[in-house]
């Protein structure tokens, strides 16, 4: 089970990305690259999913790749790996239960977890400097974030290494745009934990 803790007022945009945001980086590392990749919706020449004819730039096309293969992930994984919400506790704690394969589950926790890391030995350091020294680090944070989102992805590639025809690039950028939609909750102190446990959810929830 993988647990996130939360805090604060949510919106229902924050528990939306949350949500897919855990689900597209657990499927990503829960699916082989086989079932991940099928022509002729992979361009290998070009690296890129089936799309619209029109013209889109890069962020586009990463959105439309990452949607595609989410949607493909819901379609083909089976019963015993799919990742399931067992239960939305909404209070100031709170939390968030998924149930799903454990080493997807614990990939998952070790990118949440770093996020979380880096965003509070963040906030200790500009409580510790005055404002305009924290602006002239903002650069070099923000640079130290993306070196870290990309540290993430190639975490999850280390558990696809079986296919190595999938192009590592293109895969890198779609797990670090799943990092996206966590990172402003990290950021706001709402997702502020993380953990996975040998545990099955509760009686009612599985009634339910």
């Given at each position: 089970m993988?647990?996130?803790?939360?805090?604060?007022s949510w919106e229902p945009e924050d528990f939306?990305?949350?949500?897919?945001?855990?689900?597209?980086?657990?499927?990503?590392?829960?699916?082989?690259?086989?079932?991940?990749?099928?022509?002729?919706?992979f361009w290998m020449e070009h690296f890129w999913f089936e799309r619209p004819t029109v013209a889109m730039s890069f962020g586009e096309n990463v959105?439309?790749?990452?949607?595609?293969?989410?949607?493909?992930?819901?379609?083909?994984?089976?019963?015993h790996s799919r990742l399931r919400v067992a239960r939305i506790e909404y209070?100031?704690?709170?939390g968030i239960d998924f149930v799903g394969l454990g080493e997807a589950c614990k990939a998952v926790e070790r990118i949440i977890g770093r996020l979380i890391k880096f965003f509070d030995k963040d906030d200790r350091e500009i409580r510790k400097q005055g404002a305009k020294q924290a602006q002239i680090e903002t650069a070099m944070k923000e640079e130290s974030l993306r070196s870290l989102k990309i540290e993430n992805a190639r975490a999850i590639l280390e558990l696809r290494r079986d296919y190595p025809d999938?192009?590592?690039e293109i895969l890198t950028a779609l797990i670090t745009?799943?990092?996206?939609?966590?990172?402003p909750r990290i950021a706001e102190r709402k997702l502020v934990?993380?953990?996975?446990?040998?545990?099955?959810?509760?009686?009612?929830?599985?009634?339910?």
């Open positions: 993988l647990r996130l803790e939360i805090e604060g939306i990305e949350v949500l897919k945001g855990v689900e597209s980086l657990y499927y990503k590392a829960a699916l082989s690259r086989r079932l991940l990749r099928d022509p002729p919706y959105d439309f790749s990452n949607d595609w293969l989410l949607t493909r992930a819901r379609t083909i994984a089976r019963s209070a100031s704690p709170g999938m192009p590592d745009h799943d990092q996206d939609k966590l990172i934990a993380v953990r996975t446990m040998d545990a099955e959810p509760p009686p009612d929830d599985e009634a339910a």
